[in-house]
Protein backbone atom coordinates (compact mmCIF):
# COMPACT_ATOMS: atom_id res chain seq x y z
CA UNK A 1 0.00 0.00 0.00
CA UNK A 2 1.45 3.74 -1.19
CA UNK A 3 1.69 5.89 1.89
CA UNK A 4 0.44 9.00 1.54
CA UNK A 5 2.26 12.19 2.18
CA UNK A 6 1.06 14.51 4.58
CA UNK A 7 1.70 17.36 1.25
CA UNK A 8 -0.51 15.18 -0.72
CA UNK A 9 -3.22 15.14 2.32
CA UNK A 10 -2.96 18.55 2.48
CA UNK A 11 -3.36 19.86 -1.12
CA UNK A 12 -6.19 17.58 -1.64
CA UNK A 13 -7.50 18.85 1.43
CA UNK A 14 -7.43 22.24 0.06
CA UNK A 15 -8.59 20.92 -3.46
CA UNK A 16 -11.73 19.98 -2.14
CA UNK A 17 -12.27 23.54 0.12
CA UNK A 18 -12.31 25.27 -3.37
CA UNK A 19 -10.01 27.88 -4.50
CA UNK A 20 -9.24 30.85 -2.87
CA UNK A 21 -11.83 33.64 -3.19
CA UNK A 22 -10.27 36.80 -4.66
CA UNK A 23 -9.96 39.71 -2.93
CA UNK A 24 -12.86 41.77 -2.34
CA UNK A 25 -11.42 44.84 -0.26
CA UNK A 26 -10.70 47.95 -2.38
CA UNK A 27 -7.42 49.42 -2.48
CA UNK A 28 -7.30 52.54 -1.11
CA UNK A 29 -3.77 55.58 -2.03
CA UNK A 30 -1.48 55.17 0.72
CA UNK A 31 -2.54 52.18 2.38
CA UNK A 32 0.19 49.45 1.80
CA UNK A 33 -1.89 46.64 3.69
CA UNK A 34 -5.76 46.12 4.58
CA UNK A 35 -4.36 43.69 7.73
CA UNK A 36 -0.88 43.97 9.32
CA UNK A 37 -0.82 40.58 11.39
CA UNK A 38 1.58 41.10 14.63
CA UNK A 39 3.39 37.69 15.31
CA UNK A 40 4.13 35.25 12.96
CA UNK A 41 3.88 31.69 15.31
CA UNK A 42 0.73 29.50 15.36
CA UNK A 43 -1.41 32.45 15.80
CA UNK A 44 0.12 34.66 12.88
CA UNK A 45 0.17 31.60 10.65
CA UNK A 46 -3.26 30.75 11.59
CA UNK A 47 -4.69 34.48 11.05
CA UNK A 48 -3.22 34.55 7.52
CA UNK A 49 -4.57 31.06 6.44
CA UNK A 50 -8.14 32.79 7.59
CA UNK A 51 -8.12 36.09 5.98
CA UNK A 52 -7.44 34.13 2.62
CA UNK A 53 -10.21 32.16 2.98
CA UNK A 54 -12.23 35.19 3.86
CA UNK A 55 -11.27 37.26 0.61
CA UNK A 56 -8.91 39.50 2.12
CA UNK A 57 -5.80 38.66 0.61
CA UNK A 58 -3.97 42.84 1.06
CA UNK A 59 -2.31 41.59 4.32
CA UNK A 60 1.17 40.87 6.09
CA UNK A 61 2.25 39.28 8.71
CA UNK A 62 5.78 40.62 10.89
CA UNK A 63 7.58 38.63 13.62
CA UNK A 64 10.38 40.20 15.48
CA UNK A 65 12.16 36.94 15.32
CA UNK A 66 15.35 36.57 13.32
CA UNK A 67 13.99 33.57 11.34
CA UNK A 68 11.75 30.84 12.06
CA UNK A 69 13.00 28.39 14.35
CA UNK A 70 13.10 31.85 16.76
CA UNK A 71 9.12 32.61 16.12
CA UNK A 72 6.99 32.14 19.26
CA UNK A 73 8.26 29.95 21.88
CA UNK A 74 8.36 26.57 20.71
CA UNK A 75 11.99 26.06 20.51
CA UNK A 76 13.30 29.19 22.44
CA UNK A 77 11.51 30.00 25.71
CA UNK A 78 8.87 26.91 26.03
CA UNK A 79 10.20 24.02 27.96
CA UNK A 80 7.33 21.35 28.59
CA UNK A 81 8.05 18.30 27.06
CA UNK A 82 4.43 17.73 26.00
CA UNK A 83 1.94 20.42 25.28
CA UNK A 84 -0.76 21.06 27.99
CA UNK A 85 -3.57 21.11 25.86
CA UNK A 86 -5.46 17.85 24.96
CA UNK A 87 -3.73 16.32 21.69
CA UNK A 88 -7.19 16.18 19.76
CA UNK A 89 -7.95 20.10 20.04
CA UNK A 90 -9.08 21.79 17.28
CA UNK A 91 -5.95 24.22 16.14
CA UNK A 92 -4.76 25.93 12.84
CA UNK A 93 -6.65 23.74 10.79
CA UNK A 94 -10.04 25.68 10.26
CA UNK A 95 -12.12 22.36 10.58
CA UNK A 96 -9.64 21.35 7.11
CA UNK A 97 -8.74 18.31 8.61
CA UNK A 98 -5.89 17.48 6.11
CA UNK A 99 -4.47 20.47 7.64
CA UNK A 100 -4.54 19.15 11.40
CA UNK A 101 -1.65 18.35 13.59
CA UNK A 102 -3.08 14.82 13.53
CA UNK A 103 -3.44 14.32 9.78
CA UNK A 104 0.29 15.51 9.53
CA UNK A 105 1.36 13.17 12.15
CA UNK A 106 -0.41 9.91 11.32
CA UNK A 107 0.36 10.31 7.60
CA UNK A 108 4.71 10.09 8.96
CA UNK A 109 3.96 7.89 11.86
CA UNK A 110 0.83 5.95 11.58
CA UNK A 111 -2.68 5.98 13.58
CA UNK A 112 -1.22 4.02 16.02
CA UNK A 113 1.30 6.19 17.14
CA UNK A 114 -1.15 9.16 17.56
CA UNK A 115 -3.14 6.73 19.39
CA UNK A 116 0.06 6.54 21.80
CA UNK A 117 0.62 10.09 22.54
CA UNK A 118 -0.55 11.20 25.86
CA UNK A 119 -0.41 14.53 24.58
CA UNK A 120 1.68 16.63 21.34
CA UNK A 121 5.49 16.80 21.62
CA UNK A 122 6.54 20.29 21.43
CA UNK A 123 8.93 19.75 19.25
CA UNK A 124 7.08 17.74 17.00
CA UNK A 125 4.57 21.16 17.33
CA UNK A 126 7.29 23.25 16.15
CA UNK A 127 7.91 20.86 13.25
CA UNK A 128 4.00 20.77 12.23
CA UNK A 129 3.80 24.37 12.24
CA UNK A 130 6.75 25.04 10.21
CA UNK A 131 4.86 21.95 7.41
CA UNK A 132 1.80 24.05 7.95
CA UNK A 133 2.95 27.40 6.68
CA UNK A 134 4.77 25.56 3.88
CA UNK A 135 1.73 23.65 3.15
CA UNK A 136 -0.28 26.97 2.45
CA UNK A 137 2.59 28.88 0.98
CA UNK A 138 2.28 31.62 3.96
CA UNK A 139 4.95 33.97 3.70
CA UNK A 140 6.42 35.65 7.44
CA UNK A 141 8.44 38.44 7.54
CA UNK A 142 11.07 38.00 10.09
CA UNK A 143 13.18 40.76 11.61
CA UNK A 144 10.60 42.44 11.54
CA UNK A 145 9.38 44.50 14.92
CA UNK A 146 6.40 46.80 15.61
CA UNK A 147 7.61 49.54 17.89
CA UNK A 148 4.94 52.36 17.45
CA UNK A 149 1.23 52.17 16.24
CA UNK A 150 0.18 55.60 15.06
CA UNK A 151 -3.69 56.72 14.08
CA UNK A 152 -3.76 58.37 10.77
CA UNK A 153 -6.83 59.56 8.63
CA UNK A 154 -8.81 56.04 8.30
CA UNK A 155 -5.51 53.94 9.07
CA UNK A 156 -2.95 53.44 10.76
CA UNK A 157 1.18 54.32 9.91
CA UNK A 158 2.79 51.31 11.49
CA UNK A 159 6.65 52.72 13.00
CA UNK A 160 8.63 49.43 12.19
CA UNK A 161 12.22 47.96 12.91
CA UNK A 162 13.38 45.94 10.02
CA UNK A 163 16.59 43.81 10.75
CA UNK A 164 17.16 47.25 12.95
CA UNK A 165 16.28 50.17 10.09
CA UNK A 166 13.47 52.52 11.07
CA UNK A 167 10.79 52.13 8.48
CA UNK A 168 7.58 52.83 8.20
CA UNK A 169 4.13 50.87 6.45
CA UNK A 170 0.38 51.80 6.68
CA UNK A 171 -2.91 49.44 7.57
CA UNK A 172 -6.42 50.00 8.14
CA UNK A 173 -6.26 46.84 10.53
CA UNK A 174 -3.49 45.31 13.17
CA UNK A 175 -3.96 42.11 14.87
CA UNK A 176 -1.94 42.12 17.68
CA UNK A 177 -1.50 37.86 17.88
CA UNK A 178 2.45 39.00 19.81
CA UNK A 179 2.22 36.38 22.52
CA UNK A 180 2.14 35.82 26.40
CA UNK A 181 3.24 39.24 27.07
CA UNK A 182 1.57 40.86 24.04
CA UNK A 183 -0.36 43.31 26.45
CA UNK A 184 2.19 43.78 29.25
CA UNK A 185 5.25 42.29 30.56
CA UNK A 186 6.74 39.37 32.13
CA UNK A 187 6.02 40.12 35.96
CA UNK A 188 8.78 39.86 38.51
CA UNK A 189 7.27 40.58 42.60
CA UNK A 190 8.68 43.44 44.23
CA UNK A 191 10.65 41.36 46.49
CA UNK A 192 12.79 39.90 43.65
CA UNK A 193 13.85 43.02 42.18
CA UNK A 194 16.48 43.97 43.89
CA UNK A 195 18.27 40.91 42.49
CA UNK A 196 17.25 42.06 38.93
CA UNK A 197 20.48 44.08 38.41
CA UNK A 198 22.97 41.46 39.67
CA UNK A 199 22.37 39.06 36.69
CA UNK A 200 21.33 36.35 39.03
CA UNK A 201 17.72 36.52 38.06
CA UNK A 202 15.73 35.89 35.15
CA UNK A 203 11.94 35.06 33.83
CA UNK A 204 10.94 32.33 32.08
CA UNK A 205 10.00 34.48 29.60
CA UNK A 206 13.80 34.94 28.86
CA UNK A 207 16.25 32.82 27.24
CA UNK A 208 18.12 31.15 29.96
CA UNK A 209 21.61 29.37 29.44
CA UNK A 210 20.31 26.35 31.31
CA UNK A 211 24.43 24.78 30.33
CA UNK A 212 25.83 27.23 32.25
CA UNK A 213 23.75 26.77 35.60
CA UNK A 214 25.12 23.14 35.70
CA UNK A 215 26.76 22.14 39.29
CA UNK A 216 24.49 25.20 40.44
CA UNK A 217 22.48 25.64 43.22
CA UNK A 218 19.30 26.83 41.45
CA UNK A 219 15.81 28.61 43.17
CA UNK A 220 12.54 28.95 41.13
CA UNK A 221 9.82 30.96 42.47
CA UNK A 222 6.52 30.15 41.52
CA UNK A 223 4.18 26.88 41.44
CA UNK A 224 2.61 27.11 38.24
CA UNK A 225 3.34 24.87 35.16
CA UNK A 226 6.62 27.46 33.60
CA UNK A 227 7.95 26.95 37.25
CA UNK A 228 8.02 22.85 36.75
CA UNK A 229 8.99 22.87 33.33
CA UNK A 230 12.39 25.33 34.34
CA UNK A 231 13.23 23.51 37.40
CA UNK A 232 13.14 20.03 34.98
CA UNK A 233 15.58 21.89 32.56
CA UNK A 234 18.09 23.04 35.23
CA UNK A 235 18.15 19.30 37.09
CA UNK A 236 18.20 17.83 33.12
CA UNK A 237 21.15 20.42 32.90
CA UNK A 238 22.83 19.21 35.94
CA UNK A 239 21.80 21.31 38.52
CA UNK A 240 23.33 20.86 41.96
CA UNK A 241 20.16 21.43 43.68
CA UNK A 242 16.95 23.04 42.37
CA UNK A 243 14.62 24.62 45.28
CA UNK A 244 10.83 25.46 44.03
CA UNK A 245 9.31 27.79 46.22
CA UNK A 246 5.01 28.03 45.93
CA UNK A 247 3.14 30.79 47.76
CA UNK A 248 0.50 27.79 48.46
CA UNK A 249 0.04 25.35 50.95
CA UNK A 250 -0.53 22.95 48.45
CA UNK A 251 0.21 23.32 44.66
CA UNK A 252 -2.79 23.98 42.67
CA UNK A 253 -4.74 21.25 41.10
CA UNK A 254 -8.28 21.92 40.51
CA UNK A 255 -8.69 22.87 36.46
CA UNK A 256 -11.57 25.06 36.91
CA UNK A 257 -11.76 25.69 32.80
CA UNK A 258 -12.93 22.40 32.20
CA UNK A 259 -15.94 23.34 33.94
CA UNK A 260 -17.19 25.78 31.21
CA UNK A 261 -15.66 23.57 28.05
CA UNK A 262 -18.74 22.55 26.88
CA UNK A 263 -20.07 23.98 23.54
CA UNK A 264 -22.48 26.86 25.27
CA UNK A 265 -20.06 27.88 27.56
CA UNK A 266 -17.46 27.73 24.96
CA UNK A 267 -18.52 29.31 22.20
CA UNK A 268 -20.73 32.09 23.48
CA UNK A 269 -18.52 33.09 26.62
CA UNK A 270 -18.15 36.84 25.04
CA UNK A 271 -22.05 37.41 25.48
CA UNK A 272 -22.23 36.48 29.18
CA UNK A 273 -23.08 39.21 31.49
CA UNK A 274 -20.03 41.35 32.65
CA UNK A 275 -20.56 40.10 36.17
CA UNK A 276 -20.31 36.71 35.13
CA UNK A 277 -16.88 36.54 33.28
CA UNK A 278 -15.41 38.58 36.19
CA UNK A 279 -16.63 35.99 38.89
CA UNK A 280 -14.93 33.28 36.75
CA UNK A 281 -11.86 34.93 35.87
CA UNK A 282 -11.82 35.58 40.01
CA UNK A 283 -12.20 32.05 40.40
CA UNK A 284 -9.52 30.91 38.00
CA UNK A 285 -7.52 33.07 40.10
CA UNK A 286 -8.33 31.57 43.60
CA UNK A 287 -8.01 28.12 41.94
CA UNK A 288 -4.40 28.90 40.80
CA UNK A 289 -2.98 27.67 37.62
CA UNK A 290 -2.39 23.73 37.63
CA UNK A 291 0.64 22.62 36.34
CA UNK A 292 0.02 19.37 34.52
CA UNK A 293 0.81 16.01 36.55
CA UNK A 294 3.76 14.81 33.83
CA UNK A 295 5.48 18.37 34.56
CA UNK A 296 5.52 17.69 38.09
CA UNK A 297 6.70 14.31 37.91
CA UNK A 298 9.18 15.04 35.29
CA UNK A 299 11.21 17.34 38.76
CA UNK A 300 9.88 15.40 41.19
CA UNK A 301 11.62 12.32 40.21
CA UNK A 302 14.77 13.82 41.00
CA UNK A 303 16.49 13.45 44.68
CA UNK A 304 17.91 16.92 44.61
CA UNK A 305 14.77 18.62 43.59
CA UNK A 306 13.00 20.27 46.92
CA UNK A 307 9.89 21.96 46.69
CA UNK A 308 9.19 24.18 49.54
CA UNK A 309 4.92 25.00 50.15
CA UNK A 310 3.84 28.05 52.02
CA UNK A 311 7.19 29.35 51.33
CA UNK A 312 6.67 32.95 49.54
CA UNK A 313 10.35 34.82 49.70
CA UNK A 314 9.94 37.94 52.26
CA UNK A 315 13.39 39.30 51.21
CA UNK A 316 16.13 38.82 48.76
CA UNK A 317 19.86 40.69 48.44
CA UNK A 318 22.81 39.89 46.58
CA UNK A 319 26.19 39.54 48.45
CA UNK A 320 29.38 37.85 47.05
CA UNK A 321 27.78 37.26 43.85
CA UNK A 322 24.88 35.14 45.42
CA UNK A 323 21.34 35.21 45.97
CA UNK A 324 20.10 35.50 50.05
CA UNK A 325 16.68 34.84 50.03
CA UNK A 326 14.35 34.31 52.92
CA UNK A 327 11.01 32.66 53.06
CA UNK A 328 8.92 31.48 55.41
CA UNK A 329 10.76 28.40 56.55
CA UNK A 330 14.42 30.04 57.07
CA UNK A 331 16.75 31.76 55.38
CA UNK A 332 18.60 30.19 51.76
CA UNK A 333 21.66 31.48 49.40
CA UNK A 334 21.25 30.46 46.13
CA UNK A 335 23.60 30.89 42.91
CA UNK A 336 20.64 31.64 40.82
CA UNK A 337 16.77 32.32 40.70
CA UNK A 338 14.43 31.54 38.33
CA UNK A 339 11.17 33.34 38.24
CA UNK A 340 8.11 31.60 37.05
CA UNK A 341 5.82 34.83 38.10
CA UNK A 342 3.50 34.89 34.94
CA UNK A 343 3.01 37.84 33.00
CA UNK A 344 1.06 41.40 34.52
CA UNK A 345 -1.39 43.41 31.69
CA UNK A 346 -0.22 46.80 31.32
CA UNK A 347 -0.94 48.63 27.63
CA UNK A 348 0.52 52.04 28.90
CA UNK A 349 4.12 49.92 29.00
CA UNK A 350 3.83 48.43 25.50
CA UNK A 351 5.73 50.86 23.19
CA UNK A 352 3.32 50.07 20.38
CA UNK A 353 -0.05 51.39 22.40
CA UNK A 354 2.06 53.91 24.58
CA UNK A 355 0.27 57.03 23.12
CA UNK A 356 -2.90 55.82 23.29
CA UNK A 357 -3.42 53.72 26.46
CA UNK A 358 -5.33 56.15 28.44
CA UNK A 359 -8.15 56.06 25.90
CA UNK A 360 -8.55 52.11 25.95
CA UNK A 361 -11.46 50.83 27.93
CA UNK A 362 -10.36 48.27 30.49
CA UNK A 363 -12.56 46.51 32.89
CA UNK A 364 -12.11 48.65 35.72
CA UNK A 365 -13.62 51.03 33.82
CA UNK A 366 -16.52 48.74 32.59
CA UNK A 367 -18.18 46.95 35.56
CA UNK A 368 -17.25 47.23 39.40
CA UNK A 369 -17.30 44.35 41.03
CA UNK A 370 -18.72 43.55 44.69
CA UNK A 371 -16.10 43.64 47.34
CA UNK A 372 -15.12 40.45 47.87
CA UNK A 373 -14.73 40.09 44.30
CA UNK A 374 -12.10 42.93 43.64
CA UNK A 375 -8.68 42.17 41.77
CA UNK A 376 -6.80 45.35 40.63
CA UNK A 377 -4.83 42.79 38.16
CA UNK A 378 -7.96 41.87 36.08
CA UNK A 379 -8.67 45.14 36.18
CA UNK A 380 -6.33 46.49 34.32
CA UNK A 381 -7.13 43.75 31.07
CA UNK A 382 -8.95 45.64 28.63
CA UNK A 383 -12.24 45.12 28.23
CA UNK A 384 -13.01 43.59 24.77
CA UNK A 385 -15.85 43.74 21.52
CA UNK A 386 -17.04 40.54 20.07
CA UNK A 387 -14.29 40.76 17.31
CA UNK A 388 -11.58 41.23 20.27
CA UNK A 389 -11.31 44.86 18.97
CA UNK A 390 -9.95 47.59 21.58
CA UNK A 391 -13.04 49.93 22.69
CA UNK A 392 -12.77 53.38 23.65
CA UNK A 393 -12.98 54.57 27.25
CA UNK A 394 -14.97 58.28 26.37
CA UNK A 395 -17.27 57.61 23.59
CA UNK A 396 -16.28 59.14 20.58
CA UNK A 397 -12.34 60.26 21.57
CA UNK A 398 -10.39 58.00 19.92
CA UNK A 399 -12.94 55.70 17.22
CA UNK A 400 -9.81 53.96 15.75
CA UNK A 401 -9.61 51.09 18.72
CA UNK A 402 -11.99 49.18 16.73
CA UNK A 403 -9.54 48.68 14.38
CA UNK A 404 -6.72 46.74 16.52
CA UNK A 405 -8.19 43.62 17.57
CA UNK A 406 -6.49 41.75 20.40
CA UNK A 407 -5.44 38.63 20.04
CA UNK A 408 -2.92 37.72 23.19
CA UNK A 409 -4.32 36.72 27.01
CA UNK A 410 -5.12 40.15 27.63
CA UNK A 411 -8.26 39.05 26.07
CA UNK A 412 -8.44 36.56 29.27
CA UNK A 413 -11.01 38.27 31.07
CA UNK A 414 -13.39 39.18 28.05
CA UNK A 415 -13.03 35.55 26.83
CA UNK A 416 -13.02 33.21 29.34
CA UNK A 417 -9.76 31.52 27.91
CA UNK A 418 -5.69 32.49 27.72
CA UNK A 419 -6.27 33.89 24.37
CA UNK A 420 -3.41 32.72 21.69
CA UNK A 421 -3.14 29.28 22.93
CA UNK A 422 -4.33 26.53 21.02
CA UNK A 423 -7.66 26.22 22.97
CA UNK A 424 -9.14 29.84 21.93
CA UNK A 425 -7.79 29.44 18.04
CA UNK A 426 -11.21 27.59 16.64
CA UNK A 427 -13.80 29.95 18.20
CA UNK A 428 -11.65 33.45 18.38
CA UNK A 429 -9.59 33.24 15.18
CA UNK A 430 -12.78 32.90 12.94
CA UNK A 431 -15.00 35.57 15.28
CA UNK A 432 -11.79 38.06 14.65
CA UNK A 433 -11.77 37.70 10.95
CA UNK A 434 -15.38 37.85 10.82
CA UNK A 435 -15.23 41.02 12.47
CA UNK A 436 -12.36 42.48 10.45
CA UNK A 437 -14.64 41.65 6.89
CA UNK A 438 -17.73 43.03 8.24
CA UNK A 439 -16.15 46.25 9.37
CA UNK A 440 -14.01 46.57 5.82
CA UNK A 441 -17.71 46.31 4.09
CA UNK A 442 -18.77 48.58 6.15
CA UNK A 443 -16.13 50.83 6.05
CA UNK A 444 -16.33 51.21 2.15
CA UNK A 445 -20.05 50.54 1.87
CA UNK A 446 -20.50 53.61 -0.85
CA UNK A 447 -17.90 51.52 -2.95
CA UNK A 448 -20.31 48.03 -2.62
CA UNK A 449 -23.23 49.57 -3.27
CA UNK A 450 -22.04 50.89 -6.92
CA UNK A 451 -20.65 47.03 -6.91
CA UNK A 452 -23.97 45.52 -5.83
CA UNK A 453 -26.08 47.48 -8.68
CA UNK A 454 -23.38 46.78 -11.35
CA UNK A 455 -24.54 46.16 -14.77
CA UNK A 456 -24.83 42.16 -14.76
CA UNK A 457 -24.77 40.33 -18.45
CA UNK A 458 -27.93 37.93 -18.50
CA UNK A 459 -26.41 34.54 -18.75
CA UNK A 460 -29.05 33.63 -21.45
CA UNK A 461 -31.44 35.24 -24.24
CA UNK A 462 -34.74 34.90 -24.54
CA UNK A 463 -34.15 32.63 -27.72
CA UNK A 464 -33.15 29.92 -25.00
CA UNK A 465 -36.82 29.55 -24.43
CA UNK A 466 -38.50 30.93 -27.42
CA UNK A 467 -39.90 28.17 -28.83
CA UNK A 468 -41.55 26.62 -25.82
CA UNK A 469 -43.39 29.70 -25.14
CA UNK A 470 -47.14 29.11 -25.10
CA UNK A 471 -49.29 30.33 -27.89
CA UNK A 472 -45.87 31.09 -29.89
CA UNK A 473 -45.17 27.22 -30.54
CA UNK A 474 -49.15 26.76 -32.36
CA UNK A 475 -48.93 29.78 -34.15
CA UNK A 476 -46.16 28.51 -36.53
CA UNK A 477 -47.70 25.19 -36.37
CA UNK A 478 -50.74 26.85 -38.22
CA UNK A 479 -48.86 28.85 -40.41
Not at 433 to 456: C, E, G, K, T
Amino acid sequence: MTQISPDQIAANALRLLGPLPPNWVPELPGVDHDVLVVGGGHTGSTFAFALQRAGITRFSVIDAAADESQSGVWLTRARMNLLRTPKNLPGPELGVQGLGFQSWYEAQHGEQAFTNLLRIPRTEWAAYLTWYRRALGLKIRYATRLVRIEPADGHFRAHLEIAGVPHIETARKIILGNGVAGSGHPYFPEVLQPALPSGLLAHTAEAIDFAALKDRKIAVVGGAASAFDAAATALEAGAAEVHLFARRAELAALPVLRARGYPGAYDNYGHLPDAIRWQQAVRYRDAGSTAPIDAVERATKFPNFHLHLAAPWSSVRVQNGKLHASAAKGDFMYDFAIAGTGYKVDLAARPELADFASEIRLWRDQYTPPADLADAFYGQHPYLGFGHEFLEKTPGAAPFLNNIHVYNPGGFVSFGLPIGDVPSIRRDVPAVVAAISRDLLLQDLAHHQQRFNADVPPDFTAELYARSVWGRRTAEAAD
